[in-house]
């Protein structure tokens, strides 16, 4: 049980992926392959060409037909190079064959060259016993024309654009990129570069975000800082609204006079959320301004992390149609003891070191150092306390990009 007044991350997520639902990016386009890295595939891709074309060979060594093995050995009648088209293989004798070159119509089998023994008058005999279909690639054993090889939604990594390269195409229609207006909020946040006055520091939330969402596929419109005014944010949303599918901010979302992001949301916008269950992370708020929705991260860096890694992701993969949304998160033992149970979900940096999860010494949500040296995320559930060995869903940050 999450403490009375405060959301649990589950709901949290499915409100978040139900308001997505709603506001799936209907536009696709045709992208090179070259630059369809981390975008989302809008329609199926169907197979043109069986893989392999032909059948062939699997190894270095000699083609022939076993109904000829009793003569052996067998003379050889051509040689097959990768790229060639073979004549039939000659009755009584056999080919020698390369890795990937096409089998020779007539031959049923393939022998690798280090169990043969080639004569002196170039006669090559078999050592080993032989089977029909031994080393040989079978046409369209990877995929038959026709085949749907990748389905709409799926994300395009380096396996499926070789895929796609695979069948010859130069371009994939992709769901168009989100516009996502990046907004930083704080009167004390100067962008790198520019001179620090007393009690200010740099954003460091804004380079967190803008690589974060670029590689989620998302065209980035950096809206800047905006001070702590409420009129003026108000002036900066709506200005927004125009170019973004999404904006998001950080900072100004809990309870402070200054936090009046949240505040002008909750006055003029829709609020959906509001007050997580979840730690680091509770003021993540998330409604609509306009009709443009808002998630709004918490300022603290490791807030903004953790909330966007666990709840702004999914949303933003699932608008793009991705269905698979969750990271993949294995069980590891936890490598400290968890004495005090808290009534938020705690996600903790660590690193596996000899198969458990060690804590990075400082857990404030405030230090994002601990994000470089840790690899990833420990779900600490609530109101629970831990030993040593106990288990954890572990979530490697590899997954969250
Ligand atoms: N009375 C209460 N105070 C606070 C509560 C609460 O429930 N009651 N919640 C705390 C929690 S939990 C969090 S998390 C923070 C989040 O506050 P905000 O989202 O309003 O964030 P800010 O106050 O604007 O900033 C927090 C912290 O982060 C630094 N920051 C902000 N933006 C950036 C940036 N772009 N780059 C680097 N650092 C940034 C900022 O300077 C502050 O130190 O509220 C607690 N308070
Ligand atoms: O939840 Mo806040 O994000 O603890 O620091």
Known sequence: ?????????EDALDQLLAMANEQRLPDSEPVPLNEARGRVLASDLVATLDLPPWPNSAMDGYALNLADLHRQPLSVSQRVYAGLAPDALLPGTCARIFTGAPLPNGANCVEMQENTEVLEDGRVRFLQPLKVGQNIRAQGQENRVGDTLLRAGKR??????????????THLPVVRRPRVALLSTGDELVEPGQPLRPGSIYNSNRTLLDHWLRELG?????????????????????????AADLILTTGGVSAGDADCLGQ???????????KLAIKPGKPLTVGHFGTV???GLPGNPTSALVTFGLLARPYLLRIQGVEEVMPLSFTVNAGFDWAKPGS???????RLEGGQAALYPNQSSGVLLGATWADGLVEIPENSTLRMGDPLRFIPFSELF
């Not at 938020?344 to 660590?350: D, I, Q, S, T």
């Open 1 to 9: 049980m999450s403490k009375p007044g405060l959301m649990p991350v």
């Open 156 to 169: 395009l990594g380096p396996f499926e654009l070789a895929v796609a390269a695979g069948q010859g195409m």
């Open 218 to 242: 998302c065209e980035v419109i950096d809206a800047g800082i905006l001070p702590d005014r409420p009129a003026q944010t108000r002036l900066k949303l709506e200005q927004l609204q125009v």
């Open 264 to 274: 002008v949301l909750r006055d003029n916008g829709k609020p959906l959320l509001w």
């Open 293 to 295: 929705p808002v998630i």
């Open 344 to 350: 938020r979900r705690e996600y903790l940096r660590v």
